[in-house]
């Protein structure tokens, strides 16, 4: 069984990823603000870019995705767009796992899948309204290809970071517990959650209360 695309493919699929990469950008760049959800994963990168975690931390969302754009935030790069072009890349890369993985599955079927990663309108506007699922699709395409190839180290790294991303990424290795040997992939990812709870409790945060939930209702000034 094919391990990837069609080697005779490659070609193809990378005009495809510049292609999806295009069509995300001119999205984002007709869309003039972030989501709601997108201003507070804005808001949470600026403040980790301040270097206050603590602050960061306090709303209910995982850190990576903001971890991610903070990078850029803090050398100077406008957040809205350090999102939109993170976005736009991370949704245009996830063409190439999800070739592989249709490949796997159905020999042939790596250039189809990949132009509908690269046009399905629910693909495409997370990037431009900076929400999660561009970097989570991606991610989760990662763990489900080592999964089907049976490599469960990397299938609980790539679930460790999914649930650094969305809270559900956690489940990933259920997908394949039945499986020989896959009760590896369920230590780094249990690694992770203890990690993150203890990283919050390094910074005195808990479960998220009804009145701090209040205070936060326009948490940065983007626009």
Known sequence: MNQGPNPLHRRSLLWLTVAAMVWRWMLAARTPVPSVDGVTYLWMA?????????????EPFSPLWPALMAIPIHFGVDAVLAGKVLGCLFGALTLW??????ERLRPGAGLLAAGFCATARSLCLPAAEVYTEP?????????VL???????WSLGIW??????????GVLLPLAFVTARGAYRALLPC???VCLFGAWRWSLELGF?????TSELQSPCNLV
């Open 97 to 102: 796992p999800v070739a592989a993985i249709a």
């Open 46 to 58: 600026q403040r980790l870019a301040a270097g206050d975690a603590g602050a960061a931390l306090s």
């Open 146 to 152: 080592a999964g089907l190839r049976g490599r469960w």
């Open 190 to 192: 249990g690694a992770a």
């Open 135 to 143: 970097l989570f699709a991606l991610v989760l395409a990662l763990g």
């Open 208 to 212: 998220r209360s009804e009145e701090h």
């Open 159 to 168: 679930s460790a970071l999914a649930f650094l991303i969305r809270a559900e």
